[in-house]
């Protein structure tokens, strides 16, 4: 305990590094998946290639990857942006069968009734079917957050500042304090992230939380 | 005026949804598409919005060939209503009502003002005006349908099985709101629905069909319930066992009542009772 006390300026500094990684990271996988996934929903031929593909990315083990990405893009080893890079690749992993299930399970009454008010095909996306896919999104992009806030940490191996770099300097120097908190910062990051976009979720999509029907509603 | 000329469906696995079909719906009146599933009904209602195109032929709006406008500005000027009313869940009641007029451009406030006129009209309360679909009956889900299909002022409504799926007694309601609200309007509605009672209370021209679009026939409820053209529309209209032929009884409480060829009482002689006059069954 006396070591977090003595050393909050430092917790300050590697949360802030590690948002600074994660924020961008979901933001990207979020963004670029929305438009992948209506490709795989759109298109039969690209969605086995698109959702096979996607899928093969988690495959890859994280650190190999973080190793990699660098000769790839011409970055120095310790580029937060690797980091970044990589795990937008792994929310796409997640997000882009998540884009694509929630666009194809849409009731089809209801855009037949888009279609029919005379929606065009492009205002009908953005304010019908993104909408209505909202829900099922915002699970995926739960489950992005979590698992990139905790992926972040990996990084540290590379000496890439996040919250992973006090795991591994507490275990270097035998400072348990330094890995717990660590470790219990990272999980709080993820849950009040967690939080957070359930609140946006009640102001984004305030028709999945109202009361249903009241007894007795007559004709 | 809408002038079906000569139109069909084929689908590519071989499916003939309408062989030939013609048919001319005057203007401000309410032609009624019926019959069972499979008829076409529902193909020949789209095909006026373009949300189906015939495989040959033509669909005619006051003489212009709808094919050749362009589909999402066709649609903003034809007012649709359909079962299960196809409400967007996630607007509420009044900017449902108003999408049509903000897809023109109406301003919001405009839009707004117009849709709460129309809840009015279609009988329903403007408290409502802020909920969510889900959060209404049936029965209001359909109002709102209605009201959102009149929106725009439309000089067509299309209204494909409407009240289909709200309870008899809600859907009578309907009924009686919508010959309200058309003697008020004098839209050209064109009514799909598979239920002969309701084409005979809303249509004044019927239009009876069998498989395929192939017209059994046309004419207005009297015309047809008084000269059948044949077994088919016999059957249809459920004549043909006697079952519109009603036969007075006595009942055990001293009232005359009427039953059908099968024996169900379909209501009660006027006059019996006094005072009752409304016990009839449409």
């Known amino acids: 305990m006396r070591w977090v006390v003595d050393n909050v300026d430092v917790l300050a500094s590697r949360t802030f590094a590690h948002l600074a990684i994660a924020l961008p990271a979901i933001a990207l996988s979020v963004l670029l998946a929305v438009p992948l996934g209506w490709l795989a929903e759109r298109f039969r031929w690209l969605r086995s290639p698109l959702l096979t593909g996607s899928g093969l990315l988690y495959a890859i083990p994280s650190l190999p990857l973080f190793v990699v990405l660098p000769l790839v893009i011409g970055t120095g080893v310790r580029d937060p942006l690797n980091i970044v890079i990589a795990l937008t690749l792994y929310g796409l992993a997640l997000m882009v069968p998540s884009v694509a299930d929630a666009l194809r399970t849409l009731d089809s009454r209801v855009l037949d009734s888009a279609n ?23 699970a995926g992009v739960r489950v992005v957050s979590v698992s990139t806030i905790s992926l972040v940490t990996v990084g540290a191996v590379l000496g890439v500042p996040s919250l992973g770099l006090l795991f591994t300097d507490g275990f270097q120097r035998g400072i348990i304090a330094e890995v717990v908190a660590g470790i219990v910062l990272t999980v709080l990051l993820a849950l009040l992230l967690d939080r957070l976009l359930v609140l946006v979720g009640r102001v984004v999509l305030p028709w999945t939380h109202q009361p249903s029907r009241p007894a007795g509603a007559a004709a | 005026m809408i002038e079906f000329e000569n139109v069909a469906k084929h689908y590519p696995d071989g499916t003939v949804a309408v062989a030939d079909f013609s ?69 509420k009641v009044i900017d449902n009502i108003a999408t049509v007029p903000m897809l023109n ?26 909920r969510y679909p889900s959060q209404l009956s049936g029965g209001q889900q359909q109002r709102v349908g209605v009201a959102r299909g009149l929106a725009s002022d439309p000089n067509i409504l299309l209204m494909d099985e409407p009240f289909g799926a709200v309870d008899p007694l ?16 004098g839209k050209t509605i064109v009514f799909v629905t598979h239920d002969i009672d309701e084409a005979l209370l809303l249509g004044d021209q019927i239009i009876i069909l069998a498989q395929g679009g192939e017209v059994a026939q046309r004419g207005t409820g009297t015309e047809i319930l008084t000269t059948p053209a044949d077994a088919f529309v016999s059957q249809f209209l459920g004549i043909d066992h006697g079952g519109r032929a009603l036969h007075p009884q006595s009942s055990s409480t001293g009232a005359t009542i009427l039953v059908d060829g099968y024996g169900r009482a379909a209501g009660i002689l006027s006059g019996a009772l006094p005072g009752h006059t409304t016990g009839t069954q449409p």
């Open chain 2, 105 to 130: 451009g109406v301003s919001r406030a405009d839009a707004h003002s117009r849709a709460l006129d129309l809840m009015d009209l279609v009988g329903l309360d403007p408290k409502l005006a802020k």
């Open chain 1, 116 to 138: 029919a008010l005379g929606y065009g095909p492009v205002r009908r996306f953005f304010t019908v079917d993104l909408p209505l896919a909202g829900p099922t999104l915002l």
């Open chain 2, 170 to 185: 809600v859907r009578r309601d309907l009924q009686q709101e919508l010959l309200r609200v058309q003697s008020e309007l």
């Open chain 2, 23 to 91: 048919a001319r719906l005057p203007a401000h009146t309410t032609t009624v598409l019926v019959g069972s599933s499979g008829c076409g009904k529902t193909t020949l209602l789209r095909m006026v919005n373009r949300m189906v195109d015939p495989t040959s032929g033509r669909v005619l709006i006051d003489g212009e060939d709808v094919a050749t406008q362009d589909p999402v500005k066709l649609r903003r000027r034809i007012g649709y209503v359909m079962q299960h009313a196809g409400l967007l869940p996630h607007r």
